[in-house]
């Protein structure tokens, strides 16, 4: 994506010292819709992960271990509300992207481009973790029904997995939030160059 982005800069550098070159403005335009185009493809992707999660977990704890405990029912919301939530924020982030024009000016097109990008910053940061939380004591807050079915090595077997797969997912996040960081900072940039020129 940063390829993009510096590519994107180029075109535009180019644009704005040969203003008669409508070619590299027409360019500047498509890099920007394919990037958007990349971005709804990925929240598309999202979606279908995350349906088909929601979905596999509903039918486990409906048909493989419908947990009867309120305590149980509660981990079960948490975790099951965590990822509807976010499969609503992805459909919401393909709307927001859809408000981008880029038949308005460069400096409206930017901006709106940069707010779309703060957004999915949030979303990335303080939202993914504490979906990930709600998921995480969601997940725990099952152990004490999960001992009832299982032996006390199945049940540490399974929590201790757990505590791998968050650590990974963690890492997961953080790099993702980094790479939104950087890619924020770029657009930042072209929109102050845009915002020269215009």
């Given at each position: 994506?940063s390829?993009l982005?510096?590519?994107?800069?180029n075109?535009?550098?180019?644009?704005?010292?040969n203003?008669?070159?409508?070619?590299?403005?027409?360019?500047?335009?498509?890099l920007?819709k394919?990037?958007?185009r990349?971005?709804?493809?990925?929240?598309?992707g999202n979606?279908?992960i995350l349906?088909?999660?929601?979905i596999g977990?509903?039918?486990?704890?409906m048909?493989?271990?419908?947990?009867?405990?309120?305590l149980?029912?509660?981990?079960i919301?948490?975790?099951l509300?965590?990822?509807?939530?976010?499969?609503?924020?992805e459909c919401?982030?393909?709307?927001?992207?859809s408000?981008?024009d880029?038949?308005e000016?460069?400096?409206?097109?930017?901006?709106k481009?940069?707010s779309?990008?703060?957004y999915?910053?949030?979303?990335?940061?303080?939202?993914?973790?504490?979906i990930?939380?709600?998921?995480?004591v969601?997940?725990y807050?099952?152990?004490?029904e999960?001992?009832?079915?299982?032996?006390?090595?199945q049940v540490?077997?399974?929590?201790?997995?757990?505590?791998?797969?968050?650590?990974?997912f963690g890492?997961?996040?953080?790099?993702?939030?980094k790479?939104e960081?950087?890619i924020?900072?770029e657009l930042?940039d072209?929109?102050?160059?845009i915002?020269?020129?215009?």
């Amino acid at each position: 994506m940063s390829d993009l982005i510096d590519d994107l800069k180029n075109k535009w550098d180019s644009a704005k010292t040969n203003k008669s070159d409508r070619t590299s403005t027409t360019e500047l335009i498509d890099l920007s819709k394919k990037k958007m185009r990349d971005a709804v493809k990925m929240h598309i992707g999202n979606i279908a992960i995350l349906t088909i999660t929601l979905i596999g977990i509903s039918a486990f704890f409906m048909y493989v271990a419908p947990l009867q405990e309120t305590l149980s029912h509660i981990g079960i919301a948490l975790m099951l509300g965590g990822l509807f939530i976010r499969i609503m924020i992805e459909c919401f982030s393909i709307y927001r992207s859809s408000k981008v024009d880029f038949s308005e000016t460069a400096v409206a097109t930017s901006k709106k481009t940069m707010s779309f990008y703060s957004y999915r910053k949030r979303i990335h940061g303080p939202v993914t973790i504490g979906i990930l939380i709600a998921y995480t004591v969601g997940f725990y807050v099952l152990t004490p029904e999960f001992t009832n079915y299982l032996t006390t090595t199945q049940v540490v077997l399974m929590d201790a997995s757990y505590l791998l797969a968050a650590a990974i997912f963690g890492f997961s996040i953080r790099k993702a939030i980094k790479d939104e960081m950087r890619i924020l900072n770029e657009l930042k940039d072209l929109q102050e160059d845009i915002g020269k020129d215009e």
